[in-house]
């Protein structure tokens, strides 16, 4: 292999692999460093592939277990969660899917060098594992990613005390689980555990779920999992958590400041990750950082010229750079296209759709109700319930709404959200009306087949005109 490249990135997550084929296409020669056994990162190793695929598990349960509402004559009594079936699937999914990156790099030739990357200086990069020193002609990119981040005093032991990385390998259902944090991650397993048998307990510190989202959504999500039986817990914190040869005994303290225990199978610790910079040496050759991410201009160059930044490992220097595996994509094709020579167009964060696939799920995309009145609009809202949806009642899903935030005075469309089935889909629409800068009038003019779940998004649009059609 030679050592000398016009490209080389360090890490092959969703941004690393990404860039390295744009790159590729538009005629660089490229190398990525990559110190797993596997193509992929986080996103098809331990992030967005098998939670996803867990999550599917979860629903064809779902449906075998409302078959006699469905006509369907089968003994479901005993339906349950076949775990060693389960992993044995998700595996093979997760494998064909970065045996796939691995095509595509043969394909596009791009040399996979195995080992771990460390910055030696503009342009050039040690390797460990193949003793090697790499030089690149144009730039690095930096694509180191991230990693489960623990708590203060919570010792994560890796068997009882967990975090996502050793929660999707699960061999058996845990009989209960307590999961401290309720963003995507930490309530899509409560999805997951919850329909797969496990009694959940869920513990936020701040004062509603998916803090992330609009306030309706985070409200009718609760009311959902309570109706199930989730037990959540917001305004609250696990204050200690021990380890014992069969579980862990966690104490919460609730909202009112009463102190609760708990005696659960796992404690799956779901509150955020942090970026991986172990090794790459990247503060020793003054790369600009900010509490541990590598910061990055608009354009995602490092304060070193020769080397960019993109995905997980960054900051722009604003709070909440989204942690996305499609945030991750975008800005690794910016960079290539920008050391190509072409001149992309920087992206808008406030047009990144957000997924969250528990049950119901979540798709949202643009402001919420308090961040276009944060930012000075006056707002108008509408709001339509899927469960008055012809689509909706024949799929058995009619939970959730879809909710439009639009300026008042130009009726532009500042953001959608919305809870229910499909919404991880739907807002696939929602996002490119967001681009094209559609109006609500735009919306409402959008004729939307019938039936489907995506005439909420119309009848939300007539709604915030003042009324729906169908409610
Ligand atoms: C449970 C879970 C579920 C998720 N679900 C979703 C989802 O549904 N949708 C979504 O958009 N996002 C999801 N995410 C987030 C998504 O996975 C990440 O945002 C995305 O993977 C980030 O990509 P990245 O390329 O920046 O980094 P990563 O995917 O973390 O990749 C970094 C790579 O760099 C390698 N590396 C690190 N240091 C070095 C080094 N020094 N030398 C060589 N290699 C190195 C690592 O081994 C790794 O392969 C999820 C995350 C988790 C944990």
Request: hydrophobic share 40%; proline share 4%; charged share 20%.
């Amino acid at each position: 292999m030679p050592n000398e490249y016009d490209v080389i990135v360090i890490g092959a997550g969703t941004g690393g692999y990404v860039a390295a084929i744009r790159a590729a296409q538009l005629g660089l020669t490229v190398a990525v460093v990559e110190k797993q056994k596997a193509l992929g990162g986080t996103c098809l190793l331990w992030g967005c592939i098998p939670t996803k695929a867990l999550l599917e598990h979860a629903h064809a349960l779902k449906v075998v277990q409302a078959s006699k509402e469905w006509g369907i004559a089968v003994d479901t009594s005993g339906a349950k969660i076949d775990m060693p079936q389960v992993q044995q699937r998700k595996d093979k999914i997760v494998e064909g899917l970065t045996k796939g990156v691995e095509f595509l790099f043969k394909k596009n030739k791009i040399d996979w060098i195995k080992g771990t990357a460390k910055l030696t200086g503009a342009g050039t990069v040690e390797v460990n594992g193949e003793k090697q020193t790499l030089h690149a002609r144009k730039e690095i990119i930096v694509a180191t990613g991230s990693s489960p981040r623990g708590v203060p005093g919570i010792e994560i032991d890796h068997t009882r005390i967990i975090t996502s990385d050793e929660a999707i390998h699960l061999k058996e259902v845990p009989a209960s689980i307590a999961i401290m944090g309720s963003g995507a991650v930490g309530v899509e397993f409560a999805s997951i555990f919850h329909r797969f048998g496990s009694q959940v307990t869920i513990v936020e510190l701040l004062t509603r779920l998916v803090p992330v989202e609009d306030e309706a959504v985070s409200a009718e999500l609760e009311k959902s999992f309570k109706k199930r039986g989730i037990t959540c817990h917001t305004g609250a914190k696990v204050t200690a958590a021990k380890a014992t040869a069969s579980g862990v005994d966690v104490t919460v303290q609730l909202a009112d400041g009463k102190a609760q225990s708990l005696n659960v199978a796992n404690l799956l610790v779901a509150t955020g990750r942090g970026p991986v910079t172990t090794g790459l040496n990247a503060e020793g050759l003054g790369l600009q950082m900010e509490r541990g991410y590598i910061k990055v201009d608009a354009h995602y160059r490092t304060s070193v010229p020769g080397i960019s930044a993109i995905g997980d490992v960054i900051t722009l220097g604003t709070p909440g750079h989204p942690q996305l595996a499609h945030v991750s994509s975008a800005e690794g094709i910016f960079v290539a296209e920008r050391i190509a020579g072409k001149n992309p167009r920087p992206l808008n964060y406030d047009q990144v759709p957000g997924c969250t696939y528990c049950d119901p799920e979540i798709g949202s995309v643009g402001l919420t109700e308090r961040e276009a009145k944060e930012r000075g609009h006056e707002v108008r809202i509408g709001t339509f319930p899927f469960g008055v949806l012809g689509r909706a009642k024949m799929a058995g899903e009619t939970e959730g709404f879809v909710k439009i935030v639009a300026d008042k005075k130009t009726d532009a469309l500042l953001g959608v959200h919305m809870i229910g089935a499909r919404s991880t889909e739907l807002v696939a629409e929602a996002a490119a009306a967001l681009r094209l800068e559609s109006t609500v009038a735009e919306l409402i003019t959008t004729i939307h087949a019938h039936p489907t779940m995506a005439e909420a998004i119309a009848e939300a649009a007539h709604a915030t005109h003042g009324a729906a059609i169908h409610s």
